[in-house]
């Protein structure tokens, strides 16, 4: 019997660990990963399996780098989440080096060169898929329509495999716009909104993801279930996705109704690009969000108003990596500024007037 | 009866089920006692009896000194061995000045107090005095003498005497027992302390998950009007003193401010049942329940201990503890704290003897902080631990004071949350100890720049005076010869003139 005495209560500690956090999420994630994994097909999965291992490889550099152990930081499943949700912010069928250039952009740069994990100031994956989204416009924005596993459109293994490490696909040929994209290519030729939503994937297409979009962000109610799971598992809250998908939808039902040739409606604003995903998986990253309850209202509030205003205004016709990384940068305001009420204090930090003494 | 939600909290493994069901037993008597003469906050208490000397039972040992302390009797006949430094049952492990009591193993009680026949016809002071001279502390763990907390009625005025029966500490089931048990001493105890206090009102609070204590003292209540019972959520930390009056009253006790400021008293059951033995028998505490619980320990038990009784003694006689012993705690794993031996005694606020496996603790090494913010969410007191803890690492202690650090309880929420496994209480004991050892610094300093100060100020007013004295005598010394030249003048002109 060796007795330790060497600190403070508590001696016991409830089962929660980083690694079983970290787990979690990709376990939310899973649902929707493999149905998008489907849809998109073998090209899909190479640039997915691309994209963790240059991740992977990245993280065990920069620790070897530093000094530490390489093993245990692996384990603790920080850089997998970094990883996949890289690999589902990308274009299904882009070719491998972006996926590597993003990877190492987001682990080395936007995490490594913080300090590691948990002293990156913006998040990693987004960090990666902003820079390959600005160097490499063209493979970035060229989207495929979905053509499921052992379906007849569906590439064999050879075809994919060019698609992927070779030549890339004939961008011509196939490639296409995703929703957002369209209506804002076609908006700046003059067709209104109200004409271009006519050729616009039907409701019920956005609800089951099929149209061209990003590797991990069109099922939308996969996506759902998984943000479900982590706030039933109290991974997540429900302060940022909520205050994010409200603001967002609000803002596009406010402007749709004022001028229904320049802005999508709310529902559209909802279902297309990345707003689920980046409102349960992305915004809601604990590193780089705030701490506190209120200063999360007041982030995914930040996040959703930036994304439609991005959609809205800006050259890009999908806003929500961007939206992030902006309030990833207001993070250490928002915490200074929203702080609980402390017991037995006033908001200012007064002790509570004595009843009868006012 | 309303309830009023509080904030944070969280609900740990309980583990009671491991001794909730064991009937409180005694402890053979041990045959060497061991009594610190500090069991309690406050200045430690002052012997009154030398080594040789043969005492009895519920004679007194060590007489309370200072305006916080406690006196301390004997638990047993016999005679008294050694007065001497031991191991205090503190993690500091430092020593401190114990009486070691042989037992003659006759256990004769000395003369006992008089039995107050009608406590409500008694005055205030009397009972006040009474609970002083039977030694009782705050049996919750808080050692606070319960005699002090008893005259809080002069300044304040009171509503509610809030009887604490939560007992929200994992494994621990003491308090659970003594209220089954002793249902009608608890609540009798309970009423007297209110007449002290000048409280017309009596509630007991019990976490929801002691039904059986609930139900006793339900019982027991029915016959006297003013006692009400309520059961309260299950969560962690409801037992602290501020957020059981929250829950209960609905009323938030200001910082830096004492639950009477909102008119209400909290004492815990297993003290009013011990100012119940005082009053009403005469008897001044001598004993106390304490549950031995936690995986390594061979049969846990709710047993009523003689003070100064070994907690190796107690622990063997629970079969022992297994080899898988990881932590020691005196206490609850909350709250409680590591024991640096098991030759430590058993004092007026031990709770519990927990022996726990490496499976119960589940501690690990930390790993980086990830903010996710649990720690926040899950502090009972609004505080925001992950930026308090990098601020102490970053050695900016006026930075988490500003934030508050000074008020953070210690219950631990936070750190059992964590799931980085840091140990957040730890810096913020840290911080806090820092901080008053600073201010006590600060002080000091100022109380010698001032006594300097003053010191300067008298030498230059001795200064001044000599030379004021000294201005003063030159001139009359001029003035004298200035006299005595002009009397010569006069003279040598008048002889002149002559």
């Known amino acids: ?358 | 009866m309303k309830l009023f939600p509080i904030l944070g909290g969280i609900h740990p493994e309980y583990r009671k089920e491991l001794t909730s069901e064991k009937a409180i037993v005694a402890l053979p008597l041990p045959k060497t006692l061991y009594l610190p003469l500090q069991q309690h906050m406050g200045a430690p208490a002052n012997t009154t009896v030398n080594v040789g000397d043969t005492v009895k039972k519920g004679q007194l040992l060590a007489k309370a000194q200072g305006a916080i302390s406690a006196a301390l009797h004997a638990p047993t006949s016999g005679t008294i061995a050694a007065i001497t430094e031991m191991t205090a049952p503190h993690p500091s492990g430092l020593p401190q000045l114990t009486i070691v009591l042989d037992s003659d193993g006759k256990d004769e009680w000395a003369e006992p107090m008089p039995v107050i026949a009608d406590p409500f016809a008694a005055s205030a002071n009397e009972i006040k005095a009474r609970v002083a001279e039977a030694g009782i502390v705050g049996m919750g763990g808080a050692t606070f003498p319960s005699a002090v907390k008893l005259g809080l009625g002069n300044q304040h005025k009171l509503e509610i005497l809030l009887l604490n029966g939560a007992e929200c500490e994992p494994y621990l089931t003491c308090d659970d027992r003594v209220m089954r048990e002793f249902a009608e001493q608890v609540v009798d105890g309970a009423r007297i302390m209110a007449h002290a206090l000048g409280a017309p009102k009596v509630i007991i609070a019990v976490e929801d998950n002691k039904p059986q204590a609930v139900d006793s003292l339900k019982a027991e209540a029915a016959k006297t009007p003013n006692v009400d019972v309520v059961g309260v959520p299950v969560q962690y930390p409801m037992g602290a003193e501020r957020h059981l009056t929250q829950a209960v009253t609905g009323r938030e006790t200001p910082a830096r401010k004492l639950t009477a400021d909102v008119g209400v008293v909290v004492h815990n059951v297993a003290t009013a049942r011990a100012v119940h033995q005082a009053v009403r028998l005469g008897r001044p505490l001598l004993s106390r329940v304490v549950t031995v619980s936690g995986g390594a320990v061979a049969e846990p038990k709710n047993i009523e201990v003689p003070l100064g009784t070994r907690v190796s003694e107690l622990l063997d006689f629970c079969g022992g503890v297994s080899a898988a012993a990881k932590r020691i705690i005196s206490g609850g794993p909350m709250m409680g704290q590591p024991l640096p031996s098991l030759d430590v005694a058993v004092v007026k606020g031990t709770s519990g003897i927990l022996a726990l496996t490496q499976a119960e603790t589940n501690e690990h090494a930390p790993s980086p902080c990830i903010r996710c913010g649990s720690c926040v969410t899950y502090c009972p007191c609004g505080l925001v631990p992950v930026e308090m803890a990098s601020y102490i690492r970053n050695d900016k202690l006026d930075l988490a004071a500003k934030i508050g650090v000074q008020d953070c309880v210690s219950c631990g929420s936070c750190s059992y949350i964590c799931p980085s496994h840091i140990p957040l209480v730890h810096f913020f004991n840290y911080a806090k100890g820092k901080i008053a050892a600073l201010d006590r610094e600060r002080r000091k300093t100022e109380q010698t720049k001032s006594l300097v100060e003053a010191h300067n100020a008298r030498l230059e007013r001795q200064a001044q005076a000599k030379r004021e004295a000294a201005a003063k005598a030159k001139a009359a010394k001029e003035a004298a010869e200035a006299a005595a030249a002009a009397q010569a003048q006069t003279n040598s002109a008048g002889g002149a003139n002559a």
């Not at chain 1, 490594?112 to 898929?129: D, E, I, K, S, T």
Request: with cysteine.
């Open chain 1, 1 to 358: 019997m060796s007795i330790v005495i060497d600190k403070s209560g508590p001696f016991t500690h409830g089962p929660n660990s980083v690694q079983r956090t970290m787990f979690t999420v990709l376990a939310a994630l899973a649902p929707a990963t493999l149905y998008n994994l489907w849809l998109f097909g073998l090209p899909a999965i190479f640039l997915f399996l691309v994209t963790m291992a240059a991740c992977a490889l990245c993280e065990a550099a920069c620790i070897r780098i530093s000094g530490g152990n390489p093993d245990r930081a692996l384990g603790d499943g920080s850089v997998a989440i970094t990883g996949w949700l890289l690999a589902l912010s990308l274009p299904p069928w882009a070719p491998w080096w972006v996926a590597v250039v993003a990877s190492v952009f987001a682990v080395c740069l936007a995490k490594h060169a913080f300090g590691g994990l948990g002293q990156n100031v913006f998040n990693p994956a987004m960090v990666g898929r902003v820079v390959v989204l600005v160097s490499f416009p063209l493979q970035m924005t060229s989207f495929v329509t979905p053509k499921p596993l052992f379906t007849p459109g569906s590439p064999g293994l050879a075809e994919s495999l060019t698609i992927t490490f070779g030549r890339g696909f004939t961008l011509d040929g196939i490639s296409t716009a995703s929703p957002l994209g369209f209506i804002k290519t076609e908006l700046s030729k003059g067709v209104p909104v109200t004409q271009s939503l006519s050729s616009f994937p039907s409701l019920g297409d956005m609800m089951i993801g099929f149209h061209p979009g990003s590797m991990g962000e069109t099922a939308v109610p996969l996506i759902l279930l998984g943000g479900l799971f982590l706030m039933w598992r109290k991974i997540i809250s429900w302060h940022i996705p909520v205050s994010m998908l409200a603001t967002l939808f609000l803002m596009g039902t406010i402007f749709s109704t004022l001028d229904p040739a320049r802005h999508t409606s709310g529902m559209v604003q909802l279902l297309s690009g990345a707003s689920f995903l980046g409102a349960f998986f992305i915004a809601t990253d604990y590193v780089t969000s705030p701490v506190s309850k209120s200063g999360q209202l007041a982030f995914g509030f930040g996040v959703g108003l930036l994304t439609w205003i991005i959609r809205t205004y800006a050259g890009y016709p999908e806003g929500v990596a961007f939206a992030v990384l902006l309030m990833n940068a207001l993070t250490p305001i928002l915490d200074q500024h929203f702080r609980p009420r402390v017991f037995g204090r006033t908001r200012k930090g007064e002790p509570l007037p004595v009843r009868g003494d006012k």
